[in-house]
């Protein structure tokens, strides 16, 4: 046996277990921002040009949906008459949240399980 078959399969049953936890690995690739370059804290940069990223993202305008994912993320703030960069649709709110928060990273991981957020984009402001 090779030493490419063990690590093939350890790979297999590493993802096999996220996905019985619930976790889908697909979800996470609606995150259109690099997460590594954050540290425990959800901030990036050095020194004292430490900054957390604001995102953004699309939700259906039904009060239902804005409570679902407030529930999720505390640091978002819905917006029912802008489109923002990401270009939300008629029907839909522009949720603006960041990453310094507790556990940005199962926050993010949450939003982009939910079927009906379809792209999280990083939100830059001129």
Avoid at 85 to 100: P, R, V, W
Wanted: proline share 3%; aromatic share 8%.
């Amino acid at each position: 046996m090779s030493l490419k078959a063990p690590a093939l399969l350890l790979l297999a049953l590493l993802l096999g277990g996220c996905s019985t936890l619930g976790w889908k690995v697909g979800d996470m690739a609606k995150i259109h921002f690099d997460l590594n370059e954050l540290n425990k804290d959800g901030l990036r940069g050095s020194g004292e040009n430490m900054t957390a990223v604001s995102y953004e993202f699309c939700v259906p305008d039904k009060i239902e949906y804005v409570d679902q994912v407030m529930v999720i993320d505390p640091t978002l703030v819905v917006y029912r008459d802008s489109p923002g960069k990401i270009q939300c649709q008629k029907g839909e709110y522009l949720a603006i949240g960041d990453t310094n928060q507790l556990d940005y990273y199962e926050v993010l991981r949450k939003l982009a399980e939910l079927d009906y957020v379809k792209s999280i984009q990083e939100a830059t402001f001129e």
